[in-house]
């Protein structure tokens, strides 16, 4: 069956400090991986997707993430967080031709100060 | 560009009350996608539309619920009646179909209690 798993539901990191938050996805055929932000009262924003290629693709606010297809992983990473990174983010697979994305339960990163 | 756009962001209302939940996708996609978002259950997918059509409703939790899309540029979803375990943010998103890498587009939500 296809899953995502987020296996961190919390992470506090320093602002200045490098963070990863972790992704792992089970998924039959080429999977196409997203994350999203979200802030407290919004949507979710699109941070950056791989769907082919370069396995390191860059994202926007400094983000990037890393597919590495036989750890079946897509682990997002920034060098230095600020303290306007705390939020919720998503890890998300997609692929099977109808659009539809399948969605981790969510990171919320909190940033101390 | 204007993204897609949620009307109510908030509703508080009893229950037993019809609730009508507006979106409005980002011009010229043609996927909209329906979730609901719970601390319980996370994000769930209720529905989605391509080109105007339902292709898959099996996320919608009972009859209560129901989704149309009249137009390209119009969606909306209802619940009749409205309970109080329906409170929950509800989202939209969009997307152009016909790849799988083109990513949805999520607009704010509506924040949706019922009393």
């Known amino acids: 069956a296809q899953s995502v798993t987020q296996p961190d539901i919390h992470i506090t990191v320093s602002e200045g400090a490098s963070l990863e938050l972790r992704c792992n996805y089970s998924y039959g055929a080429t999977p196409y991986l997203f994350w999203y932000v979200q802030s407290p009262g919004q949507g979710l924003q699109l941070l950056l997707k791989y769907f082919s290629g370069d396995t390191l693709v860059q994202g926007i606010k400094g983000f990037e993430a890393e597919f590495k297809r036989s750890q079946s992983s897509f682990n997002l990473r920034k060098p230095s967080v600020h303290w306007s990174d705390a939020a919720e983010y998503f890890c998300a697979v997609g692929g099977s031709n109808t659009g539809k994305l399948i969605f981790g339960q969510g990171t919320t990163l909190q940033v101390k100060p | 560009d204007a993204g897609v756009i949620q009307s109510p962001r908030h509703e508080v209302t009893e229950m037993g009350q019809e609730v009508t939940l507006r979106c409005k996708p980002i011009?010229?996609?043609?996927?909209l996608f329906w979730y609901r978002q719970t601390m319980m259950r996370g994000l769930e997918l209720l529905i989605y539309f391509n080109n105007n059509v339902p292709i898959d409703d099996s996320g919608m939790p009972e009859d209560r619920f129901s989704a149309k899309m009249p137009n390209a540029s119009f969606s909306t979803l209802k619940i009749q009646p409205s309970e109080p375990r329906d409170s929950a943010v509800y989202f939209c998103?969009?997307?152009?179909?016909?790849?799988?890498?083109?990513?949805?587009?999520f607009g704010d939500g509506t924040r949706l209690s019922i009393l």
């Open positions: 998103a969009s997307r152009l179909a016909g790849t799988d890498y083109q990513p949805q587009h």
């Open positions: 011009s010229g996609h043609n996927s």
